[in-house]
């Protein structure tokens, strides 16, 4: 099997980093939807200790968002360089996988400018 090529390691690269920041999306709604759930709870003597702990979880989670966006952004630079350079000499499966990975790395680069404002 031939190793694979630059292009088909940095499409990888960026299509990693989109799913990654996909998943911390998820984990800060399910935090979110639990703080929530702590605050409309009654009776609880830990609670206050709760609600530091799953604030603190919050922020710990945006605060993942800024450098895997600079990450997103480097990596999505490097992607589309390559394909500039590779554009004649790459297969069209690979071009195609690339093509696609620059669409969703720009998709959540836009979402998260959208965020930024939460």
């Known amino acids: ?11 990888s690269s960026v299509t990693r980093l989109v799913k990654e920041e996909a998943s911390y999306h998820r984990e800060l709604v399910q935090q979110q939807a ?4 702590l ?3 009654e009776g609880d003597e830990n609670k206050e200790w ?13 605060a993942v968002f800024p450098p895997l966006q600079l990450r997103i952004e480097d990596a999505l630079h490097k992607l589309e360089d390559l ?3 590779n554009q004649g000499d790459a297969d ?3 071009i195609g996988k690339a093509k696609e990975a620059i669409e969703s790395a720009k998709k959540a680069m836009e979402g998260a400018k959208g965020d930024a404002g939460k």
């Not at 709760?50 to 945006?62: M, P």
């Open 1 to 11: 099997m031939a190793p694979p090529t630059p292009l088909a390691i940095a499409t």
């Open 50 to 62: 709760s609600l530091k702990q799953e604030r603190a979880a919050i922020e710990e989670t945006r």
């Open 92 to 94: 069209e499966a690979e």
């Open 34 to 37: 639990r703080l929530e759930k």
């Open 83 to 85: 394909l500039e350079r």
């Open 39 to 41: 605050l409309a709870s």
